[in-house]
């Protein structure tokens, strides 16, 4: 039987790998990237158009939903806060800005956001339906004499 060995030094490489083309070739694989459910992947090069074209709405928008979907909150938060520098009447980033807080269990500014996206777009059901999910979830934790943001404890 042949042995195979594979030495560190024969697969590492000095320089960094850089993606092929530019910013507009990176959006658009980051695109293809989340949407086969690789947010990681997504974000990596999103964060990448963002150091060649900082002011991008539209990076900033997929590397928040990038991230969402990886599960970082904390950072997804923190790129629609910075989309909504950008363009305060952003519905959508409200809207996920809200999502990103509800998770993190910030009701009160989730909720402020949420309405936010509701009033500005009220066709959109699943603004409403956010934003009635956050509400009772307020209304049963002051119903129970609980602290309306952060982890119950027992």
């Given amino acids: 039987m042949k042995e ?91 809207f996920a800005l809200g999502l990103c807080l509800w998770h993190r269990q910030q009701f009160e500014e989730a909720r402020d956001h949420l309405a936010l996206a509701f009033v500005m777009r009220p066709s959109r059901s699943e603004y409403g339906k956010a934003l009635s999910q956050v509400k009772a979830t307020l209304l049963a934790r002051a119903m129970s004499d609980l602290p309306l943001n952060g982890p119950v404890l027992a």
Avoid: C, K
């Fill in 4 to 94: 195979w060995r594979v030495t560190i030094s024969s697969v590492r490489r000095s320089d960094p790998i850089e993606p092929a083309g530019g910013p507009y070739e990176w959006f658009q694989r980051a695109g293809e990237l989340l949407a086969s459910g690789n947010p990681d992947a997504s974000a990596q090069l999103l964060e990448r158009v963002l150091g060649a074209e900082p002011g991008s709405q539209a990076a900033l928008e997929f590397l928040g939903r990038a991230r969402f979907d990886a599960r970082r909150f904390d950072e997804a938060a923190a790129a629609f806060a910075s989309l909504l520098e950008f363009a305060p009447d952003n519905d959508y980033a409200h």
